[in-house]
């Protein structure tokens, strides 16, 4: 079965960084566009970055310059890098891909991966 597996998030100093990964199971199966959410506890889940099948990239305001989104179609994954970290970046992060699998086109959610970023 077709699905995206997050790992990577974990707990950092302000200032440090983190690596995301949003892998898709499945030697047939290749990504397309990704997006990364993240929801801080009492808040709305918010839009982080994004990326389309030809690597054209959007970020949010409040992380653009510090956050990376890239993609390595070979491995089937889709990374966030993030540096510069800030106690606001804390939070769930989640991957919503758009997954093509022998001639069809999904969309799945990773299970998210906790953040948190002490002061």
């Known amino acids: 079965q077709v699905h995206v597996v997050e790992s990577g998030g974990g707990l950092v100093q302000a200032g440090g960084s983190l690596r995301l990964s949003c892998a898709a199971s499945g030697s047939t199966v290749s990504i397309n566009t990704v997006d990364w959410y993240r929801q801080a506890p009492g808040s709305q889940r918010e839009l982080v970055a994004h990326?389309?099948?030809?690597?054209?990239?959007n970020y949010a305001d409040s992380v653009r310059g510090r956050f990376t989104i890239s993609r390595d179609d070979a491995k089937n994954t889709v990374y966030l890098q993030m540096n510069n970290l800030k106690p606001e970046d804390t939070g769930v992060y989640y991957c919503?891909?758009?997954?093509?699998?022998?001639?069809?086109?999904?969309?799945?959610w990773g299970q998210g991966t906790q953040v948190t970023v002490s002061s």
């Open positions: 990326v389309t099948r030809a690597g054209r990239t």
């Open positions: 919503n891909a758009d997954l093509a699998y022998i001639g069809t086109l999904r969309n799945y």
